[in-house]
């Protein structure tokens, strides 16, 4: 086994919740103080907008404290429907409602503007987003999106995405010869089969993110490595820790290494194969995308 195989079969730790700790963002839920107490209530408040209801996971704002909880808060609570399009957002209620700075509330709300949650515009002020002027294709709204009441069509269409990018960065990648990527892959697949064998999802789940990332670079592609993002999203999304499956199997095990041997061969026809093969466990994604005939 490589080194950095070994490296990380030992270095796997519980995954991180995505909660806030003691003294951050979250001891401020959005609904934590009756209306009864403030002198002037948000614009938002309603019974419908209680943040304690949307499920606190992250992915590009973990660690970076009060900021990225608030820009993870504000995120979640337009993703899913709480504050819908066209909802004011007054920075100095958010300041006060979350106990942050002017600094913080400003930045944050830089950030979902980037993502297209929100716009701020002169004389109008800073308004939620439609859903088409969204950013789909950010890890972030990927993630609330999937852990809302949108995860359905989330997942679906992370799906049927995938379905069109990583068979056609297989049937590439079998054109690279890069050894020292196909060893890594490789390493993988050695790596998820020891994790299936002690039950360890944390560490299966972590092999399997590196193998499709390192798939999508060894294609060769740098618009489909721009998408890899997209991957690692759905990944993270997909219901469990391996691509498409509930838990760590022996078929997901033996597709991962039939795609390995196939590009040791340079045969490109089997690597899109058996990463369809892969991908193949959700009828619904047949249905839409159908895999191209056998010549």
Same mark, same amino acid.
């Given at each position: 086994m490589s080194t950095l195989a070994h490296t990380m079969m030992t270095a796997a730790r519980p995954a991180d919740t995505g909660l806030a700790g003691p003294g951050?963002?979250?001891? *401020?839920? *959005?609904?934590?103080?009756?209306? /009864?107490?403030?002198?002037?209530p948000p614009s938002w408040d309603g019974p419908d907008t209680e943040l304690g209801r949307v499920g606190r996971r992250t992915t590009g704002n973990r660690g970076r404290g009060? &900021? =990225?909880? $608030?820009?993870?808060? $504000?995120?979640?609570?337009?993703? /899913?429907?709480?504050l819908g399009a066209d909802r004011p957002l007054v920075p100095e209620e958010i300041g006060q409602r979350f106990e942050v700075s002017r600094t913080v509330v400003r930045e944050s709300l830089r950030v979902l503007e980037a993502k297209g949650l929100v716009s701020a515009r002169p004389n109008v =002020?800073?308004? +939620?987003?439609?859903?088409?002027?969204?950013?789909?294709?950010?890890?972030?709204?990927?993630?609330?999106?999937?852990? =809302?009441p949108q995860r359905d069509d989330q997942r679906r269409e992370l799906s049927e995405l995938r379905w069109t990018i990583e068979p056609l960065a297989a049937r590439l990648a079998a054109g690279h010869s890069r050894e020292d990527i196909q060893q890594r892959l490789g390493d993988m697949v050695e790596i998820m089969g020891h994790a299936l064998a002690q039950g360890d999802g944390i560490t299966?789940?972590?092999?399997?993110?590196?193998? &499709?990332s390192l798939l999508i670079q060894l294609a060769g592609n740098r618009m489909l490595e721009h998408l890899s993002g997209i991957v690692s999203a759905a990944l993270q999304? /997909?219901?469990?820790? @391996?691509?498409?499956?509930d838990r760590p199997n022996e078929a997901s095990l033996a597709h991962h290494a039939r795609i390995v041997e196939a590009l040791a061969a340079g045969d490109a026809h089997a690597a899109e194969s058996a990463m369809?093969?892969? $991908?193949? +466990? &959700?009828?619904? +994604?047949?249905? @839409? +995308?159908?895999?191209?005939r056998e010549h």
């Open positions: 951050e963002l979250d001891r *401020y839920p *959005y609904a934590e103080s009756p209306v /009864s107490d403030r002198a002037t009060l &900021h =990225g909880q $608030l820009v993870q808060q $504000l995120g979640q609570m337009i993703v /899913s429907g709480d =002020g800073t308004r +939620v987003r439609p859903v088409a002027d969204w950013n789909l294709l950010d890890a972030d709204i990927i993630e609330w999106r999937a852990f =809302g299966f789940s972590r092999a399997d993110a590196e193998f &499709h999304v /997909s219901g469990g820790p @391996v691509t498409g499956c369809r093969q892969l $991908l193949t +466990v &959700h009828p619904e +994604v047949e249905r @839409v +995308v159908p895999a191209p």
